[in-house]
């Protein structure tokens, strides 16, 4: 049975891969590694999340660890509590996008974010080789509760964005929280900002109300509300809100590439600088870059919050995210966070005056076209090698290989997980993206 184990944590299927055993081990294989120390720990709102979390916190205590829970929280919210709380590091449990029989284990640094891969190698080889350090009877760690990480969370947004201006504009906001972890800091957010809020799936039970990745053909619901209800605006949160999609005011799904693409957009018109974005991120926050020149520029990272997140810290950057509806703002915390979008996407519309379709319209719109290809891993460094070797394009190579023309790009990645590769193409239309994508893969 699947157990998926990498950057981003552990994610098993419940009762057969992911169990109370594993997810203590886990815990004691991250206790041993902080080798003791406060951690913060949370969970989506997972009808599994609650027997995970007392396993965790078990494992996390036999090591010696004081185990801080927060309850239901947003994955941004834990990773800021560990900066509030100068904690050592944190544990989210959580699967993401995933649907309810999967659950999953997401380690945190004490920097609030996940770990690198040298980091989460070295948790995972004290767990495959079982070299916990347990405490004797009067060194186990202590448990407490802390309540505070939402009301915290969304006073950070609060403090980032023109709340006045905002309230003037008395936005209506249909707001999708999948019956998961984010509904509570997102119905404050708006609330705090004067919006009337239609809220769809708000309640924190794990029973999600469809396939909670926030893509088009999982948010009809959304549109169909927005449109119906006259909103200014729709927003879809993923089960540990991390994750944003936006819906315009017609009801239009815009995609998931547009909420990075927007509150770019957003926050450089405040302050100039750099952007980080990973290689399979739209060339959107190239152009919006270009736009304000100057310190404005694009750093391109390997694929990974964690590998956008250290060089938006490494290269001062103002903002930042990943092209799956992740934003990251530095002035609130170095995670993926749905709350932060909300608000800087609000912020956005009070500043401009108009409707949301109408700043969609001013960004160059391209198509992008993704495939996986069925192939043995040990034969994918001798095709990347290959392309590098006889494209006519520019090339990144941090995280396979991304190859930049006038007229679109392309990027081609092993699976950490699958014996595939993915290649992800984006050019002004579909046709010219697929003919990107053949030149590379009949390369190999």
Known sequence: ????????????????????????????????????????????????????????SAGLQAAGCRVIRLGIVSTPAAGLMIGELKAAGG?????????????????????GFAPTPPEAKAIFDIYHESAFKLRGAEAVGAGEFNERAIEIH???????????????????????????????????????LGCDIVHLNAEANGRFA?????????????????????????FAQDPDADRLAIVDE?????????????????????QAGPI??????????????????????????????????DAMMREQAVFGGEGNGGVIDPRIVYVRNSIAGMGI???????DGGPLSGIVDKIPAYTMVKEKIEMDLAAV???????????????????????????????????????????????????????????VMKMR
């Open 210 to 234: 469809h396939t909670p990745e926030p893509t088009r053909e999982n948010l009809t619901e959304l549109s169909d509300a927005v449109a119906r209800e006259g909103a200014d605006i729709g």
């Open 381 to 439: 460094p001798a095709w990347l090698e290959k392309i590098k070797q006889e494209t006519d394009g520019r090339v990144l190579d941090q995280d396979g290989v991304r190859v930049d023309w006038d007229d679109g790009w392309v990027h081609v990645r092993p699976s950490n997980t699958e014996p595939i590769a993915r290649v992800i193409c984006e050019a002004k239309d579909e046709a010219t993206a697929r003919e990107l994508a053949e030149r």
């Open 345 to 351: 996407t609000l912020d956005l519309l009070a500043a």
């Open 154 to 192: 969304v006073n950070k947004v609060l403090g980032v964005i023109d709340g006045d201006a905002i309230r003037r504009r008395k936005f209506k906001v249909v707001l999708d929280s999948v019956n998961g972890a984010g509904g509570e800091e997102g119905r404050q957010l708006l609330q705090g």
């Open 276 to 309: 980080a974005a990973n290689l399979s991120t739209s060339r959107m926050v190239d152009d919006i870059a270009a736009e304000f020149g100057g310190a404005a520029r694009v750093i391109r990272t390997a694929v990974g919050e964690a590998n956008v997140s």
């Open 91 to 111: 544990i989210v449990i959580t699967a993401s996008h995933n649907p309810i029989p999967w659950n999953g284990i997401k380690f945190l640094t004490e920097r």
């Open 250 to 270: 017609a009801g239009t799904y815009i995609g998931e590439e547009y909420t990075l693409a927007l509150c770019s957009r957003h926050l450089l018109a405040q």
């Open 1 to 56: 049975m699947t157990l998926m184990m990498s950057v981003s944590g552990v994610r098993g299927i419940v009762g057969e891969t992911m169990t109370p055993r594993l997810a203590a081990d886990l815990g004691a294989a991250y206790g041993t590694r902080l080798n003791g120390g406060m951690v913060v720990l949370a969970r989506d709102s997972r009808i599994s999340g609650a027997m995970l979390e007392n396993a965790v």
